[in-house]
Antibody, heavy 117, light 110 residues
Framework: EVQLVESGGGLVKPGGSLRLSCAAS????????MNWVRQAPGKGLEWVSS????????YYAGSVKGRFTTSRDNAKNSLYLQMNSLRAEDTGVYYC??????????WGQGALVTVSS | QSVLTQPPSASATPGQRVTISCSGT????????VYWYQQFPGTAPKLLIY???QRPSGVPDRFSGSKSGASASLAISGLRSEDEADYYC???????????FGGGTKLTVL
């Protein structure tokens, strides 16, 4: 059974940093691209980033480019999102999702990030 | 405001058919496959339609997708109360080199 578990969320001040992790199990992690998708409170879903299985292809939404960095450790079956220069508008639930043939097939339960002074 | 335009809300009575539209451009819907996701409050989204009109196993055939040019739509027939949820269209944009989510449509079953 595919499982994705996010961790690392919390409260951070504007301008601060936070690192999210996503622990994956139940599938060959290195074979699949992974994505981060976020959802502000009461708002719609927003794609944040995707990373290929070998980390050679990494893409970011314009709203986070230059501030967020996506990485993965295939030996640890883990995906990461380093978030710097955080803003109030970065507040929300962050989901990691496994991608297969462009389908976001499996999702974690989400990690809440709150950016507030 | 999302580059992909969806109506913010839709409603219908049980048994009826409802259609949710998703309007894009040549660089996204016009060039790539469209995916639809269903999300209930407080839960992660679930894939409903892939490659414009394909249903994953387990998704009832009441749900169908279509695409024409730079627009796509999701249709739900034989509406049920349990279909009340938020629906999102998703597509890759070649110009932005990124994945786009529509703004989402909240479906209410009256």
């Amino acid at each position: 059974e595919v499982q994705l578990v996010e961790s690392g969320g919390g409260l951070v001040k504007p301008g601060g940093s936070l690192r999210l992790s996503c622990a994956a199990s139940g599938f060959s992690f290195s074979t699949y691209s992974m994505n981060w998708v976020r959802q502000a409170p009461g708002k719609g879903l927003e794609w944040v980033s995707s990373i290929g299985g070998s980390s050679t292809s990494i893409y970011y939404a314009g709203s986070v480019k230059g501030r967020f960095t996506t990485s993965r450790d295939n030996a640890k079956n883990s995906l990461y999102l380093q978030m710097n220069s955080l803003r109030a508008e970065d507040t929300g639930v962050y989901y990691c999702a496994r991608e297969e043939d462009q389908q976001l097939l499996n999702w974690g339960q989400g990690a809440l990030v709150t950016v507030s002074s | 405001q999302s580059v992909l335009t969806q109506p913010p809300s839709a409603s219908a009575t049980p048994g009826q058919r409802v259609t949710i539209s998703c309007s894009g451009t040549r660089s996204n819907i016009g060039s790539n496959h469209v995916y639809w996701y269903q999300q209930f409050p407080g839960t992660a989204p679930k894939l409903l339609i892939y490659r414009n009109n394909q249903r994953p196993s387990g998704v009832p055939d009441r749900f169908s997708g279509s695409k024409s040019g730079a627009s796509a739509s999701l249709a739900i027939s034989g509406l049920r109360s349990e279909d009340e949820a938020d629906y999102y269209c998703v597509v890759w944009d070649d110009s932005l080199s990124g994945r786009l989510f529509g703004g989402g449509t909240k479906l209410t079953v009256l």
